[in-house]
Nanobody
Framework: QVQLVESGGGLVQPGGSLRLSCDAS????????IGWFRQAPGKGREAVSC????????YYADDVKGRFTISRDSAKNTVYLQMNSLQPEDTAVYYC???????????????????WGQGTQVTVSS
């Protein structure tokens, strides 16, 4: 059973930075994608970023491009999300996700991912 454990959330002022971490364990199959979704109050889950081990590329939602950076430490099986220039609209619960399939251009669809972490709260407020 795949376990994804997030850490690093918290309260930050607008314009500030946070780094989220996701530790993955327990997979008996290769994980071809690992990344991040988020869910703001009253909204559905939306894609933030992912790293595809299938094609080696990184993918970002349009509203985080240039501000967020995903990276991976394969030795530790850990994925990071460096979030800079945070804004109040980035406030959400952030979830680490993974799957043993790669969905290409459909990567942003939450229903495709089998594995989810418990989430970590990010609040951007002055």
């Amino acid at each position: 059973q795949v376990q994804l454990v997030e850490s690093g959330g918290g309260l930050v002022q607008p314009g500030g930075s946070l780094r989220l971490s996701c530790d993955a364990s327990g997979s008996t199959l290769p994980l071809y994608v690992i990344g991040w979704f988020r869910q703001a109050p009253g909204k559905g889950r939306e894609a933030v970023s992912c790293f595809s081990t299938s094609d080696g590329n990184k993918y970002y939602a349009d509203d985080v491009k240039g501000r967020f950076t995903i990276s991976r430490d394969s030795a530790k099986n850990t994925v990071y999300l460096q979030m800079n220039s945070l804004q109040p609209e980035d406030t959400a619960v952030y979830y680490c996700v993974a799957d043993s399939s790669w969905y290409g251009s459909a990567w942003y669809k939450p229903e495709l991912y089998d594995y989810w972490g418990q989430g970590t709260q990010v609040t951007v407020s002055s």
